[in-house]
């Protein structure tokens, strides 16, 4: 049984620089059994070099809705990323 925990950052309502703010702080709480599932009405195209630097690992997703990034340790758990 898995222990992750997952943060919700949902900026779909936000204006820059506010999505990139808000989740820049939940970069901080990701580790190994800590991801995000980060909503944006965009592709978040700053976001990418940020987690290239930390060297988090993440996924995109586009829907109806918008974009979701999944974000997570490169050592923990990849979380299931649905659109």
Not at 39 to 46: L, V
Request: proline residues 6%.
């Amino acid at each position: 049984m898995s222990n992750t925990k997952t943060i919700i950052v949902d900026a779909r309502e936000l204006e820059a620089p506010h999505p990139l703010l808000e989740v820049s702080k939940a970069l901080v709480s990701v580790d190994e059994e800590t991801n995000i599932k980060f909503i944006h009405r965009m592709h978040p195209c700053r976001l990418f070099d940020i987690l290239d630097q930390k060297g988090l690992s993440y996924e995109e997703i586009q829907n109806s809705e918008g974009v979701i990034v999944y974000i997570w340790h490169p050592k923990g758990k990849k979380p299931e990323c649905e659109a």
